[in-house]
Nanobody, 116 residues
Framework: QVQLVESGGGLVQAGGSLRLSCAAS????????MGWYRQAPGKQRDLVAAISSAGSTVYADSVKGRFTISRDNAKTTVYLQMNSLKLEDTAVYYC??????????WGQGTQVTVSS
């Protein structure tokens, strides 16, 4: 099992910044990829950004140039730096970890609210 603890959500004005963190722990797991998804009310959960064990990254078109995904040297904590936040970035953000066995784990979600 993998446990994920998220932090860093909150309320911010449009144009502001937030940094999300997600720490993974557990026994005997190898992480293949880590990522962030988001779900706005009434919408599906969509990928925001992901980083592979090799360090390659992928971003949703809507956040390219504004958000940056990174991880620590131990590769067990993933960060999402969100700059130039827009109203449409408001959502619950979920951390996701996929193990080398292709099992997926989810964090509890953290609310990000962007106000005008």
């Amino acid at each position: 099992q993998v446990q994920l603890v998220e932090s860093g959500g909150g309320l911010v004005q449009a144009g502001g910044s937030l940094r999300l963190s997600c720490a993974a722990s557990g026994s005997s797991f190898n992480i293949r990829a880590m990522g962030w998804y988001r779900q706005a009310p009434g919408k599906q959960r969509d990928l925001v950004a992901a980083i592979s064990s090799a360090g390659s990254t992928v971003y949703a078109d809507s956040v390219k140039g504004r958000f940056t995904i990174s991880r620590d040297n131990a590769k067990t904590t993933v960060y999402l730096q969100m700059n130039s936040l827009k109203l449409e970035d408001t959502a619950v953000y979920y951390c996701n970890v996929e193990t080398s066995g292709y099992t997926s784990f989810w964090g509890q979600g953290t609310q990000v609210t962007v106000s005008s």
